[in-house]
């Protein structure tokens, strides 16, 4: 009986047990190793697929004119009140000036000799103001709905609008990439955005605004993510780091010409449509794309497959006659096979492949998230050096020109940010460099929290002008190192899991960790809502997160010239190696190579199936004799 047992087990492999996923069955090893049989059957990173990777690189220029659309369109604008003086009760106060930063601080000028609180007062009362945006722009969504003094939340709120929209787009676009394709995403994704965006430049109020922002970003989520994994999947494993740098240096360049694009529109209307228009070049993808043949061959998509193969080989010239590894006859032998599609819910019964990604999730959060805090100190330091002037000339100048040093010092250090990230990951590698980047922003972050506060505390405490400036030098240029490495955290942390998570998850699985990044900036905007309330504890926790990550990419394997995993089986082989080679020869590795990994998983070792081999052992020795 338990002989029979354990032949029904074998003969039905899909129960699985100790809780866990069962080893899925391959259907063919020659299809099913992409990168080894299958790419070089079609000319290996030939022409074709590099006309895919450049047609995948035009749209990050519309993608980082799309991402960084609210520093312009909901800037909060300088304004002077037209009045010549305002009554408050019994009193009338002088003309006030506000300059606001880009980070939502406001900084306010006195044409005369009032007090603070009777700014604060007079502030809500000025109906006829008149605006001084200077960033390019005539008019921006604030000054056209005086989203000022008790609307201000209003302009918070449409600051979360596209955010979450990017997150609820990454979550639900990652799981029907994963299910119905790349390229029905990203065509959908491309028309949808065309219709809500343009839409959006013709809202009446704030709240269509705020609302159609939302749709706007849950479209371009799908966007960015399908053509993301697309880029992925068609690179072989020497190329795929540096063609996804070369597309991210290419949305910074949308944000570089931002500034300069809403200069030559004037008018925030005109902006968004030309930020959006060019995405209509991208319906010729229907004809020109095709869909991924790496996540058609993992889906068992075998007629789809097999046209797609005999394209891509004519594009490439390709002598299809020195068949080697027997693809197409092999292929045609697998036709019969229905697809198999998975959903990222079965990543939960892995033992590794959750935890990584789970890992590089929080990795994306602590480093966007902490990516604010530093932006935030940095523009607060710069600003208290400003001093107030009674010109309106002066201060407006100064508004323009703190404005563009705070936008493209940001854009300059997310820059030098990828710079920085193509030597360290080629030298180290994708979790050395994660590792090297997250150890500097814990220390940024660690010094800037308590290393400022001893400075002078012993020596300075009677010079406190001394004491103050050698602070706030310190402090911006801890927020400079901070801003730099978190932003090498978050960008790497995408990359990785875009490497490790298998072809038939990979949408989702890219999906969480694109959204985790959504929720880390969505801190921003939340910080400035409740007027920078609890900015200090909000640093604090992440640091501490920092020091968290730090101990968990040690748990992370290295996928550097490594093939892409095409299934949940092949995601689960990917152990981790010691970050140092073993000095002696003969010394034995801490951790299970990829071979060994059947039986440390324990599949095949349960107590039912040695019960099992043990009575099959004693009934055939009481049959021999």
């Given at each position: 009986m338990a002989v029979e047992r354990l032949n029904s087990e074998e003969v039905n492999p899909e129960f699985p047990e100790n809780g866990f996923v069962a080893t899925e069955k391959a259907s063919s090893g020659v299809l099913r190793s992409y990168d080894e049989s299958v790419a070089p059957y079609l000319g290996g990173f030939g022409k074709y697929q590099k006309q895919l990777i450049l047609l995948t690189w035009i749209p990050a220029l519309f993608i980082g004119y799309s991402q960084n659309s609210d520093?312009?369109?909901?800037?909060?604008?300088?304004?002077?009140?037209?009045?010549?003086?305002?009554?408050?009760?019994?009193?009338?106060?002088?003309?006030?000036?506000?300059?606001?930063?880009?980070?939502?601080?406001?900084?306010?000028?006195?044409?005369?000799?009032?007090?603070?609180?009777?700014?604060?007062?007079?502030?809500?009362?000025?109906?006829?103001?008149?605006?001084?945006?200077?960033?390019?722009?005539?008019?921006?969504?604030?000054?056209?709905?005086?989203?000022?003094?008790?609307?201000?939340?209003?302009?918070?709120?449409?600051?979360?609008?596209?955010?979450?929209?990017?997150?609820?787009?990454?979550?639900?676009?990652?799981?029907?990439?994963?299910?119905?394709?790349?390229?029905?995403?990203?065509?959908?994704?491309?028309?949808?955005?065309?219709?809500?965006?343009?839409?959006?430049?013709?809202?009446?109020?704030?709240?269509?605004f705020s609302t159609l922002r939302f749709f706007e970003g849950f479209c371009l989520a799908g966007i960015i993510l399908s053509l993301y994994v697309m880029r992925i999947e068609i690179c072989d494993p020497g190329n795929r780091f540096m063609m996804t740098m070369v597309a991210s240096f290419i949305a910074l360049l949308g944000q570089l010409l931002l500034p300069g694009l809403a200069a030559l529109c004037r008018d925030w209307q005109i902006l968004q449509a030309v930020i959006i228009c060019p995405f209509i070049?991208?319906?010729?993808?229907?004809?020109?794309?095709?869909?991924?043949?790496?996540?058609?061959?993992?889906?068992?998509?075998?007629?789809?497959?097999?046209?797609?193969?005999?394209?891509?080989?004519?594009?490439?010239?390709?002598?299809?006659?020195?068949?080697?590894?027997?693809?197409?006859?092999?292929l045609e032998r697998e036709l019969t096979k229905k697809p198999k599609k998975t959903c990222i819910v079965k990543m939960v019964g892995t033992r590794n492949l959750w935890k990584n990604i789970l890992v590089l999730c929080v990795n994306s959060l602590t480093g966007f998230g902490i990516h604010h805090c530093f932006a935030r100190s940095m523009m607060k330091n710069k600003w208290e050096n400003t001093t107030a002037s009674h010109n309106n000339d002066i201060h407006n100048n100064m508004m323009l020109s703190n404005f563009y040093a705070d936008y493209y010092t940001m854009a300059g250090i997310a820059v030098a940010s990828c710079l920085a990230m193509c030597p360290a990951v080629g030298f180290m590698g994708r979790r050395g460099g994660l590792l090297m980047f997250m150890i500097l922003t814990a220390l940024a972050s660690l010094l800037q929290l308590g290393f400022l506060n001893l400075i002078g505390k012993y020596n300075l405490h009677h010079d406190t002008d001394l004491k103050e400036t050698i602070n706030r030098k310190f402090s911006i240029a801890f927020s400079i190192i901070g801003m730099f490495s978190s932003h090498a955290v978050g960008s790497l942390s995408i990359f990785f899991c875009a490497e490790i998570t298998p072809t038939v998850i990979r949408g989702g699985?890219?999906?969480?960790?694109?959204?985790?990044?959504?929720?880390?900036?969505?801190?921003?905007?939340?910080?400035?809502?409740?007027?920078?309330?609890?900015?200090?504890?909000?640093?604090?926790?992440?640091?501490?997160?920092?020091?968290?990550?730090?101990?968990?990419?040690?748990?992370?394997?290295?996928?550097?010239?490594?093939?892409?995993?095409?299934?949940?089986?092949?995601?689960?082989?990917?152990?981790?190696?010691?970050?140092?080679?073993?000095?002696?020869?003969?010394?034995?590795?801490?951790?299970?190579?990829?071979?060994?990994?059947?039986?440390?998983?324990?599949?095949?070792?349960?107590?039912?199936?040695?019960?099992?081999?043990?009575?099959?052992?004693?009934?055939?020795?009481?049959?021999?004799?």
């Open positions: 520093s312009l369109l909901l800037a909060q604008p300088g304004y002077t009140c037209k009045s010549a003086a305002v009554s408050v009760g019994n009193r009338t106060i002088n003309p006030v000036s506000y300059v606001n930063t880009t980070n939502g601080s406001r900084t306010a000028y006195v044409h005369g000799n009032d007090s603070s609180n009777d700014i604060k007062n007079a502030d809500c009362l000025c109906n006829d103001r008149k605006y001084n945006i200077s960033i390019g722009l005539v008019q921006n969504v604030v000054t056209k709905w005086n989203l000022v003094c008790d609307s201000t939340w209003k302009v918070h709120i449409a600051k979360f609008s596209l955010l979450v929209g990017l997150i609820f787009g990454y979550l639900v676009m990652g799981v029907l990439a994963d299910w119905f394709g790349r390229q029905p995403v990203l065509i959908i994704s491309v028309i949808f955005m065309l219709i809500f965006g343009l839409t959006v430049a013709l809202s009446v109020n704030v709240t269509m070049l991208m319906i010729a993808f229907i004809c020109i794309f095709p869909e991924s043949l790496r996540w058609l061959l993992a889906t068992q998509q075998y007629e789809k497959s097999k046209s797609l193969i005999l394209h891509i080989t004519k594009k490439n010239s390709v002598d299809t006659e020195t068949d080697v590894k027997e693809i197409m006859p092999e699985g890219l999906g969480l960790v694109l959204a985790s990044a959504g929720f880390g900036m969505l801190t921003a905007p939340i910080m400035e809502l409740h007027n920078q309330k609890g900015y200090f504890l909000h640093h604090v926790i992440f640091a501490c997160c920092t020091l968290i990550c730090i101990i968990c990419i040690l748990l992370l394997p290295e996928s550097r010239h490594q093939n892409l995993p095409e299934t949940i089986s092949d995601g689960e082989g990917y152990m981790r190696q010691p970050l140092l080679p073993p000095k002696k020869g003969g010394e034995q590795p801490l951790l299970l190579t990829n071979s060994e990994l059947k039986d440390y998983s324990g599949i095949h070792e349960t107590p039912v199936r040695h019960a099992a081999s043990s009575e099959s052992n004693t009934a055939n020795v009481v049959k021999s004799s």
